[in-house]
C-alpha cells in the first residue's frame, strides 16, 4: 500500500479499520501465546507497528520492545499512546525495505500485515531486511490476509529458514476477508530445500 494511504489513517482515524485500530483481543491467536508463557519475555521487534498496539501490548507483559514504522503520524501517535499507557518502548522511524535504525537480533519478531502490503519486489527487500534480525531459535509470528499473501507463498518464502507452524484461519468480520496466523520459530541451521 502507498505511504500516504496509511499516512492518511494514521491522521484521520475515522475509518474504524480493526485490523489497524481495533482492539487486541480479537486477536487471541497472538494473546494466548504470550499470556499462557508459550512465547516468554525477551527481546521483540514489532514491524510496521503502526500505532503501536501490540509493542505495548508486549511492553506491559514483560518484553524489551521496538516498534518500527514507515509513518512519522503512527510513531508519533505510538509515542504518546505508551506514554499514556506507562510503558518504554523504542519506537522508530524506518522503512522495512531499507532498514537504517535496527540492529541486533530479536527473540520474537512480529509482522501483522505489513508483508502483505507490499509488492513482491519489495517483498524480496523486506526479507533480505528482516532475516538479519532472527537468531536460531527466534520466533516469528505474522497475521495476513491471504488474498494478498497466499499460504503457497509464505511457505516459499520462509521455510527454507524456519519450521512453519500455522495457527488459524479465520474471516475479518468487517470484509469477510480470509486471514492466517503463522508462528514460525528460525532454524539452528539453514536446510538446503
Given at each position: 500500500?502507498?505511504?500516504?494511504?496509511?499516512?492518511?489513517?494514521?491522521?484521520?482515524?475515522?475509518?474504524?479499520?480493526?485490523?489497524?485500530?481495533?482492539?487486541?483481543?480479537?486477536?487471541?491467536?497472538?494473546?494466548?501465546?504470550?499470556?499462557?508463557?508459550?512465547?516468554p519475555p525477551g527481546r521483540a521487534i514489532a514491524l510496521g507497528c503502526g500505532v503501536g498496539r501490540e509493542a505495548i501490548y508486549?511492553?506491559?507483559?514483560?518484553?524489551?520492545?521496538?516498534?518500527?514504522?514507515?509513518?512519522?503520524?503512527?510513531?508519533?501517535?505510538?509515542?504518546?499512546?505508551?506514554?499514556?499507557?506507562?510503558?518504554?518502548?523504542?519506537?522508530?522511524?524506518?522503512?522495512?525495505?531499507?532498514?537504517?535504525?535496527?540492529?541486533?537480533?530479536?527473540?520474537?519478531?512480529?509482522?501483522?500485515?505489513?508483508?502483505?502490503?507490499?509488492?513482491?519486489?519489495?517483498?524480496?527487500?523486506?526479507?533480505?531486511?528482516?532475516?538479519?534480525?532472527?537468531?536460531?531459535?527466534?520466533?516469528?509470528?505474522?497475521?495476513?490476509f491471504d488474498n494478498k499473501l497466499p499460504q503457497e507463498e509464505v511457505q516459499q518464502r520462509f521455510s527454507p529458514f524456519f519450521?512453519?507452524?500455522?495457527?488459524?484461519?479465520?474471516?475479518?468480520?468487517?470484509?469477510?476477508?480470509?486471514?492466517?496466523?503463522?508462528?514460525?520459530?528460525?532454524e539452528m541451521e539453514v536446510i538446503e530445500r
Amino acid at each position: 500500500m502507498k505511504k500516504w494511504i496509511y499516512e492518511f489513517l494514521y491522521r484521520f482515524p475515522f475509518v474504524p479499520i480493526e485490523w489497524i485500530f481495533g482492539d487486541l483481543d480479537q486477536f487471541d491467536e497472538f494473546t494466548e501465546l504470550v499470556e499462557s508463557g508459550r512465547i516468554p519475555p525477551g527481546r521483540a521487534i514489532a514491524l510496521g507497528c503502526g500505532v503501536g498496539r501490540e509493542a505495548i501490548y508486549l511492553a506491559q507483559h514483560g518484553f524489551e520492545v521496538t516498534g518500527v514504522d514507515f509513518s512519522p503520524t503512527a510513531i508519533k501517535r505510538a509515542k504518546r499512546r505508551a506514554q499514556r499507557e506507562g510503558v518504554d518502548v523504542d519506537f522508530r522511524l524506518d522503512d522495512l525495505t531499507d532498514l537504517q535504525h535496527v540492529r541486533g537480533t530479536f527473540d520474537l519478531i512480529l509482522d501483522f500485515g505489513a508483508l502483505n502490503d507490499l509488492t513482491p519486489e519489495h517483498r524480496d527487500l523486506y526479507i533480505q531486511n528482516v532475516m538479519p534480525l532472527f537468531h536460531p531459535g527466534s520466533r516469528f509470528f505474522m497475521f495476513c490476509f491471504d488474498n494478498k499473501l497466499p499460504q503457497e507463498e509464505v511457505q516459499q518464502r520462509f521455510s527454507p529458514f524456519f519450521s512453519i507452524k500455522p495457527l488459524r484461519q479465520r474471516t475479518e468480520q468487517v470484509t469477510s476477508r480470509s486471514l492466517s496466523f503463522y508462528l514460525m520459530e528460525r532454524e539452528m541451521e539453514v536446510i538446503e530445500r
